[in-house]
């Protein structure tokens, strides 16, 4: 009897422990950007929903370097998902620019498209910037080394024949680093790539009064014709406090990504979790309110077979 019982308690340890393990469930890093930017309030409400719905996965939301640092990270399978522009992404997937000779197609798969990240060039209303031939000379923040803002901005400004040193001064500043810099008077412009509304520059506009330049017709033309991920956008007047006329500009996609070895149910259940708690979502995070179904799905690199099973049980995709 005493045996049976042994057994009987041993048995029910390993229950419980198994029963424990598996409610705690996979863990998963998730690097997104600096804390003042859209992209980490989209990591940390994420994770939030995550970690707090009955699915076992865990993410931790993580402040990172950006773009570039987020794509290492996830091919050295340091980082599981990440958030980043698409022209990014496809870049990496085809060794191509910045990943010339390490194309990322065994480590690098997409989950959904969630927004629209618009460049916003930002000075302050007393500047005598108003366009971009008046950045010449100029300091200007262009973003972290490395990161998706900075790359962009870089190809920006070259397929409008401005160069780094040459023709003004980068700054390679975060967005929150940026937008003190321009607040204190050290800065005389930003470029800011991330969704509307940014807190940062709401809470800048605020405080001190701000423009935003627009991009011509042909200055829009140019820069889509030379880099066809970045298409033309309007920010809408009144955006910012003080903006009051629509914005001329351009815009890339920003999607959700993965390594390609995190497990098809893993994808498939973080991708349902999110389209189920969409509306608390979006009340949330108010750049979510462009994340739908029918768009999720198209992205510019091949998507993991979990994000595939959920489109295809939503009837999105075939």
Known sequence: MRKMMTLISFISVVTLLFSCQNQQGANYTFPTGGTSGVLYSIGAAFSQTMN???????????????????????????????LFGGDVALEAYEGKGMFKGNPQKDS???????????????????????????????????????????????????ALDLYYDKDFKPQFLSISESVDGLK?????AIFVWTGLPTPGIMDL?????IKMISLTNDEVNTIYS?????????????????VDNNIQTISVDVSLFVNKDVPEDDVYQLT??????????????????????????KTLIELHPGAKKYFKEANVID
Do not use: C
């Not at 108003?130 to 080394?145: E, F, Y």
């Not at 204190?184 to 005389?188: E, T």
């Not at 970045?230 to 406090?241: C, M, Q, S, V």
């Open 52 to 82: 707090e719905s009955d699915v076992p996965i865990n993410l931790t939301n993580q402040v990172s370097g950006g773009a570039i640092e987020n794509i290492r990270l996830m091919d050295k399978k340091e980082a599981d998902f990440s």
């Open 108 to 158: 690098l798969r997409s989950v959904f498209t969630i927004y629209s990240q618009p460049l916003g060039i930002v000075a302050l209303e007393s500047s005598d910037i108003q366009s971009i031939d008046d950045l010449k000379g100029k300091k200007i923040a262009v973003g972290t080394p490395g990161s998706g803002n900075e790359v962009r901005t870089k190809q920006v400004l070259n």
């Open 184 to 188: 204190d008077g050290q800065l005389d």
């Open 205 to 209: 506009a605020n405080i001190r009064d």
């Open 226 to 242: 030379a880099y066809p991920s970045l298409y033309p956008f309007e920010i809408p007047a009144k955006t910012y406090k003080g």
């Open 272 to 297: 349902k979790t999110v389209f189920d708690h969409l509306d608390n979502l979006q009340g949330t995070v108010s750049t979510l309110r462009q994340l739908n179904k029918e768009t999720a799905a």
